[in-house]
């Protein structure tokens, strides 16, 4: 079993920057990747980014150059540093993992890009 708690959201304006954090249960060395997902209002669940265990990463086209994903193993934390956000970044941020063929998810939290 594995929790995964996300913080850091909130309301910010166009241009400005975010820094969301996943916290696991266990250690996150255990796990192959671990992932950024965000669901906008009436829209599909989408891949944001990817971090490997090899520490190779993966950006959705949308935030390519914006956003950075990292960990601190010493902390079982992932992050999502998000910057230059635009109101179509606005979402429900959520932290996923997968283990011995179960997906994890965490409990979302809401990213709001506003003036």
């Known amino acids: 079993q594995v929790q995964l708690v996300e913080s850091g959201g909130g309301l910010v304006q166009p241009g400005g920057s975010l820094r969301l954090s996943c916290a696991a249960s266990?250690?996150?060395?255990?796990?192959?990747?671990m992932n950024w997902f965000r669901q906008a209002p009436g829209k599909q669940r989408q891949l944001v980014a990817q971090?490997?265990?090899?520490?190779?990463?993966y950006y959705a086209e949308p935030v390519k150059g914006r956003f950075t994903i990292s960990r601190d193993d010493a902390k079982n934390t992932v992050y999502l540093q998000m910057a230059s956000l635009k109101s179509e970044d606005t979402a429900v941020y959520y932290c996923?993992?997968?283990?011995?063929?179960?997906?994890?998810w965490g409990q979302g939290t809401q990213v709001t890009v506003s003036s």
């Open positions: 996923n993992t997968y283990l011995t063929g179960v997906n994890y």
């Open positions: 266990r250690s996150i060395t255990s796990f192959n990747a």
């Open positions: 971090l490997f265990r090899s520490g190779s990463t």
